[in-house]
């Protein structure tokens, strides 16, 4: 059982460029997630999905697209990469939302520096 | 909207010695409590977490937790740490449905021979 795999693991970009962080899940979990980590500030919500088909904005979305279009596959789009978004990126999913009582599993981060 | 707060950046701990991490969060109504640890490089485990009844919780690892609603606090506590707790830990809550974690910014926990 593999949970949450992210791709790739470190990357390093240029200003302007685009890429996307992969993020899969073979636990056929209906919600995943992408947060981005920064040091002092926690975790904070990138976007979210409840289910294929389905994204929604989190706390920081500007400057990142989603979409879903399998359960298994939830990947993240930067569309011109900015120094601002160097940050450890971190993909999760729970077979349902906190409020069902489910746990959310996290993926083991993908390091991004813009330079 | 809710929030938490983990007033303590760094702690440093003995080995052996216990050990009380502090949380308090503001949400409106009853909250999903979770505590995370995150090993540098990797990304984070679930200690514990608190949906409803019993107000103790207890988690992997030799953790525990005590929701205070009165206090509006979640604090993680362990009677005995080893080197190999050290990590950072961090505090969330969730409200409920379909909605987003919100999570503390970490207590980076060191413990010392």
């Known amino acids: 059982n593999a949970g949450v795999t992210q791709t790739p693991k470190f990357q390093v970009l240029k200003t302007g460029q685009s890429m996307t962080l992969q993020c899969a899940q073979d636990?056929?979990?209906?919600?995943m997630s992408w947060y981005r980590q920064d040091p002092g500030m926690g975790l904070r919500l990138i976007h979210y999905?409840?289910?294929?088909?389905?994204?929604d904005q989190g706390e920081v979305p500007n400057g990142y697209n989603v979409s879903r279009s399998t359960t298994e596959d939830f990947p993240l789009r930067l569309l011109s990469a900015a120094p601002s978004q160097t940050s450890v990126y971190f993909c999760a999913s729970s077979l349902r939302g906190t409020g069902s009582g489910n746990t959310i599993y996290f993926g083991e981060g993908s390091w991004l520096t813009v330079v | 909207a809710q929030s938490v707060t983990q007033p303590d950046i760094h702690i440093t701990v003995s080995e052996g010695a216990s050990l009380e991490l502090r949380c308090n969060y503001s949400?409106?109504?009853?909250?999903?409590l979770f505590w995370y640890v995150q090993s540098p490089g990797q990304g984070l485990q679930l200690l514990l977490k608190y949906f409803s009844g019993d107000t103790l919780v207890q988690g992997i690892k030799g953790f525990e937790a005590e929701f205070k609603r009165s206090q509006s606090s979640f604090n993680l506590r362990k009677p005995s740490v080893h080197w190999s707790d050290a990590a950072e830990y961090f505090c969330?809550?969730?409200?409920?449905?379909?909605?987003?974690?919100?999570f503390g910014t970490g207590t980076r926990l060191t413990i010392i021979p």
């Open positions: 969330a809550v969730g409200a409920g449905g379909n909605e987003k974690l919100t």
């Open positions: 999905s409840v289910g294929a088909g389905i994204t």
């Open positions: 636990m056929n979990h209906e919600y």
């Open positions: 949400y409106g109504a009853t909250p999903y």
